[in-house]
Structure formats: structure tokens, C-alpha cells
Nanobody, 126 residues
Framework: QVELVEYGGGLVQPGASLRVSCAAS????????VGWFRQAPGKEREFVAA????????YYGDSVKGRFTISRDNGKNTVYLQMNSLKPENTAVYYC???????????????????WGQGTQVTVSS
């Protein structure tokens, strides 16, 4: 069993940067596809970024490429999402997730993941 806890969300102005973190416990994240999704009010949960299971590749949703960066610290069993040039439309609850058997073509598919955190709210507003 893997427990995921996100933290670091908050209220920021448009154009600002923010880093959210996801600390895992129970098992090491090595061998899991791990990443981030987000969900805005009234919308579907949307893929943001993820590492492949072997950690050798990263993937981003089209709307965040070039502005968001996913990273990890295996020693701390923690995954990060650095968000730059934030826009009001980036406002959402950001969820950390991990999956044991997520193949590359299914990385953006939220139904392929086994574990989810409780989410952290990110609000971009002036």
C-alpha cells in the first residue's frame, strides 16, 4: 500500500511560480509510474505530468509543456511539480498519483493509477 500526501498549494497571482510536493510512504515509488493530475470545478480530472515506471522518461500535458516541471527525490520518496508563469486557468486541486502497471501509452489515463493523494488546492488570482 502506498500513501501519498500533497502539500504546498496556495493562492498566487498570475505570472507567479509555485512548487507543490508529494510525499509517499508505505513503499518506495521506484517501479511505479508517478505523477500529477488536476481537477478544476465542474471539469474532468486532467493529466499534468508523470514519470514512466522505470523513471527514465517524463511526460507532460499539452497545456503545461514549457511551464511546468516534474522532478523527484528518490531518497525522500517525494515527487515535485514546479509551476511557472501560472495562469488563472491553472486553478484546480492538484493530485499526486502512482500506478504499478501503467504502460507508456496509458500514462495520461487517470483510470490506470492505483493510489491517489487527497489533493492540494492551487488558486491563481489577482
Amino acid at each position: 500500500q502506498v500513501e501519498l500526501v500533497e502539500y504546498g498549494g496556495g493562492l498566487v497571482q498570475p505570472g507567479a511560480s509555485l512548487r507543490v510536493s508529494c510525499a509517499a510512504s508505505g513503499r518506495t515509488l521506484t517501479g511505479y509510474a508517478v505523477g500529477w493530475f488536476r481537477q478544476a470545478p465542474g471539469k474532468e480530472r486532467e493529466f499534468v505530468a508523470a514519470y514512466s515506471r522505470n523513471g527514465g522518461a517524463v511526460y507532460y500535458g499539452d497545456s503545461v509543456k514549457g511551464r511546468f516541471t516534474i522532478s523527484r527525490d528518490n531518497g525522500k520518496n517525494t515527487v515535485y511539480l514546479q509551476m511557472n508563469s501560472l495562469k488563472p486557468e491553472n486553478t484546480a486541486v492538484y493530485y499526486c498519483t502512482a500506478g504499478r502497471a501503467v504502460i507508456t501509452s496509458s500514462i495520461p489515463n487517470k483510470n490506470q493509477y492505483d493510489y491517489w493523494g487527497q489533493g492540494t488546492q492551487v488558486t491563481v488570482s489577482s
